[in-house]
């Protein structure tokens, strides 16, 4: 009865760390969300470029690439940047630590958010 309970416990254990993974996976993650606050001023460039017409869908993504390696195309590039990426930040693929990008990954979300003095602006990408 001991071993039974004993064995039954470390399955339980092993299913628990499993479950809180909430890691990064390949593949294409569009861009679904981009809020820019400054001071006290929030806005939601999603919504201002819906208002305006423009195809949202087109933005930008984030692929990732392998465990290490993504690529992203932002609003803002006309080209794709290369990036790598460890289990807390996005670098320039150069791992330049300025160009470091706190990010939270979570089901089929990714979200960056930039802070500067001035502002701050978060990015959400969705599979």
């Known amino acids: ?15 628990s760390l499993t479950a809180c993974g909430g890691g990064v996976s390949t593949g294409k993650y569009k861009l679904s969300g981009l809020t820019m606050k400054m001071g006290d001023q929030e806005m939601d460039l999603m919504e201002l470029a819906k208002a ?6 087109e933005l930008g993504y984030l692929e990732i690439i392998d465990d290490k390696n993504a690529v992203m195309k932002s609003f803002e590039d006309d080209d794709e940047v290369k990036l790598t990426y460890d289990d807390k930040y996005f ?6 630590d300025e160009q470091k990008i706190p990010y939270k990954a979570s089901g089929s979300k990714i979200t960056f958010t930039y802070e500067e003095d001035e ?8 599979k």
């Open 91 to 96: 670098y320039g693929a150069d791992g330049d």
């Open 52 to 57: 305006t017409g423009q195809d949202t869908s």
């Open 1 to 15: 009865m001991k071993k039974v309970l004993a064995v039954l416990l470390v399955a339980v254990m092993v299913l």
């Open 119 to 126: 502002g701050s602006m978060t990015m959400v990408f969705e």
